[in-house]
């Protein structure tokens, strides 16, 4: 039985689900502390290190057909240590850095007890898929992370697929694993750019911005169908979609004065 029409709901996993964010910067920290304790770099020069590799991911243009997600990533170490020290290229210590950011990245991915609830529940009553972009083997490892296998019906990746995020045809791809239509599914996402502009792109019933932040985005376009500040807010917002009337979301963003820095956001999700 589907809600108000209604079969399926497709969810990200990146800071929709998991906050990938969060656990990046700890990740970031752990780095930093090993970096001074153990390689006897000062502060400034550690977190220099680490402010360099983020930028590189911002920017990062990725090939598996050409160099393995891995060794692309450990060059990105390299690259920094040597920008910021100069002397030979130490590919020991960028492994170690990559590494054990890796690590605890992944082990701070964690799908909170309440959102597992929740999706159990929801799952009573509509299939649901996740639909994450990026690298194969990078969200291959946080699925597996943070165990949020059980609850889905399918799971698709963008890296294993021909397009990502926001093409129509993995959104349409995604409706033919479950069996469904495009006007009986409804996307749930933090980015206006892959999550709501893919879901108005392959003409699905709704699009759903998580917008934890309540900030004005630096363009009000693409326009989501609804705005909620978490995930958990899902399940009511489903049961009244029909009857909940969206006009006042030009009221909501215009009183909001702050500009959220998307970029920042694309970069936590790497």
Request: hydrophobic share 35%.
């Amino acid at each position: 039985m589907g809600l108000q029409g209604v079969k399926a709901v497709f969810f990200d996993l990146d800071n929709t689900l998991v906050d990938t964010a969060a656990a990046g910067r700890r990740a970031i920290e752990e780095v930093i502390s090993v970096l001074q304790s153990k390689h006897h770099y000062d502060e400034r020069e550690a977190r220099g290190v680490c402010e360099k590799v983020q930028a590189k991911l911002l920017k990062e243009c990725h090939d598996p057909a050409k160099m393995c997600i891995t060794d692309l990533r450990i060059s990105h170490w390299e690259e920094a240590i040597q920008e910021t020290r100069g002397g030979e290229v130490d590919r020991n210590l960028a492994a170690e850095c990559y590494f054990l950011w890796k690590r605890t990245r992944l082990q701070h991915l964690i799908l909170p007890e309440d959102t597992r609830c929740m999706l159990t529940e929801l799952r009573k009553m509509v299939r649901l898929l996740l639909l994450t972009n990026g690298d194969k083997q990078t969200q291959r490892e946080k699925i597996e992370a943070c165990a949020c296998q059980p609850y889905f019906d399918a799971i698709v990746v963008g890296g294993e697929q021909k397009e990502e995020k926001p093409a129509p045809s993995i959104f349409h791809h995604c409706c033919d694993l479950l069996g469904v239509q495009p006007g009986e599914c409804v996307m749930v996402g933090d980015s206006l750019d892959t999550d709501i502009q893919g879901g108005l792109n392959a003409g699905l019933k709704a699009t759903v911005w998580i917008n934890k932040t309540v900030v004005k985005p630096i363009n009000t376009s693409p326009v989501p169908h609804y705005v909620i500040s978490s995930v958990l807010d899902l399940p009511a917002l489903l049961q009244n979609m029909d009857h909940k009337v969206n006009a006042n979301l030009e009221n909501k963003m215009a009183s909001i004065n702050e500009i959220h820095d998307s970029s920042t956001i694309e970069l936590q999700k790497c």
